[in-house]
């Protein structure tokens, strides 16, 4: 059972180097992960160097310690974020660097911390951070997610289970999810990338003016820009290289026309958001046209 568990992780790491980020000759990675990913970092550093990568720079981050920080630092320092690091981030993008994030963060790690608290650190970390957001978006550099699991997480997501298989009951779905447990991982990557390819030729070629979703406690109505665009899986960067921004993905996607979105929508799943779960959300969305 462990070796094929080695096998698989060793898999996922090559699928992360290969396809989510795609590393090219020479190029610089910037990992970032929890304490958690440690072992599948591990091998991913392996990979990219046996892939051709000039340098591999690991940077890690632990949940205790993000939650202590937000408990007992003082105020101001969720105002601040720090130049040198951002620099870094930035001069890192410019000159060609992919990014890979690691994640397993618990998914209601920062419940009962002060919202402000969190607010006031995305908007001064979004600040610091908007040149390199805007090469993100714009695709500029490679870039992907991966994730693995944490006991938290896997508590979450398999409450009835025996404490002791959570974790190994989440790796598997995470192996399952992003195709690792198959026997040619890039591969059947490649051919996903494909499908999905076709199920935006196919969205575009109908130039859809409007979308209804119906279930129940939706009833949501999504306008279309006349010259909208459909994309999805597979993203090419500024080099011409392919990356895969996010794995597993099941997406295609495009803008709605920014006064054409109303009705009401509901949630049918939790949603871990800024370190907090949502349950049961339900939003009354009405036409607006001044903004």
């Given at each position: 059972?462990?070796?094929?568990?080695?096998?698989n992780?060793?898999?996922?790491?090559?699928?992360?180097?290969?396809?989510?980020?795609?590393?090219?000759?020479?190029?610089?990675?910037?990992?970032?992960?929890?304490?958690?990913?440690?072992?599948?970092?591990?091998?991913?550093?392996?990979?990219?160097?046996?892939?051709?990568?000039?340098?591999?720079?690991?940077?890690?981050?632990?949940?205790?310690?993000?939650?202590?920080?937000?408990?007992l630092?003082?105020?101001?320092?969720?105002?601040?974020?720090?130049?040198?690091?951002?620099?870094?981030?930035?001069?890192?993008?410019?000159?060609?660097?992919?990014?890979?994030?690691?994640?397993?963060?618990?998914?209601?790690l920062?419940?009962g911390?002060?919202?402000?608290?969190?607010?006031?650190?995305?908007?001064?970390?979004?600040?610091?951070?908007?040149?390199?957001?805007?090469?993100?978006?714009?695709?500029?550099?490679?870039w992907?997610?991966?994730?693995?699991?944490?006991?938290?997480?896997?508590?979450?997501?398999?409450?009835?289970?025996?404490?002791?298989?959570?974790?190994?009951?989440?790796?598997?779905?995470?192996?399952?999810a992003?195709?690792?447990?198959?026997?040619?991982?890039?591969?059947?990557w490649?051919?996903?990338?494909?499908?999905?390819?076709?199920?935006?030729?196919?969205?575009?070629?109908?130039?859809?003016?409007?979308?209804?979703y119906?279930?129940?406690?939706?009833?949501?109505?999504?306008?279309?820009?006349?010259?909208?665009?459909?994309?999805?899986?597979?993203s090419?960067?500024?080099?011409?290289?392919?990356?895969?921004?996010?794995?597993?993905?099941?997406?295609?996607?495009?803008?709605?026309?920014?006064?054409?979105?109303?009705?009401?929508?509901s949630?049918?799943?939790?949603?871990s958001?800024?370190?907090?779960?949502?349950n049961?959300?339900?939003?009354?969305?009405?036409?607006?046209?001044?903004?």
């Open positions: 059972m462990m070796s094929d568990f080695q096998t992780l060793e898999k996922y790491a090559e699928l992360a180097v290969k396809v989510g980020v795609n590393i090219q000759q020479d190029q610089t990675l910037v990992v970032n992960s929890t304490l958690e990913g440690a072992d599948l970092v591990r091998l991913i550093v392996k990979k990219a160097y046996e892939n051709g990568a000039r340098n591999v720079i690991v940077n890690w981050n632990d949940d205790i310690v993000s939650l202590t920080k937000y408990e630092a003082p105020d101001e320092v969720f105002h601040e974020y720090p130049k040198w690091r951002a620099e870094e981030t930035i001069e890192l993008a410019e000159n060609g660097a992919a990014y890979l994030s690691v994640i397993s963060s618990s998914p209601d920062l419940k911390v002060n919202p402000e608290r969190i607010a006031n650190f995305q908007k001064a970390s979004g600040t610091a951070l908007k040149k390199w957001r805007q090469y993100m978006q714009s695709d500029k550099v490679s992907s997610i991966v994730a693995v699991p944490s006991k938290a997480w896997a508590d979450k997501v398999f409450p009835e289970e025996a404490e002791g298989k959570r974790v190994d009951l989440l790796w598997e779905a995470i192996f399952k992003v195709r690792v447990d198959v026997k040619d991982p890039v591969e059947a490649k051919k996903h990338d494909d499908t999905l390819h076709e199920k935006v030729d196919y969205l575009n070629d109908k130039h859809y003016q409007k979308l209804h119906t279930a129940p406690g939706t009833d949501l109505t999504i306008e279309l820009p006349d010259k909208h665009r459909w994309v999805g899986a597979g090419v960067n500024v080099q011409g290289h392919e990356f895969m921004a996010n794995m597993p993905t099941e997406e295609v996607f495009t803008v709605p026309l920014k006064t054409g979105v109303n009705g009401t929508v949630s049918t799943k939790p949603l958001y800024g370190g907090n779960i949502i049961n959300f339900f939003r009354d969305l009405q036409r607006r046209t001044d903004h």
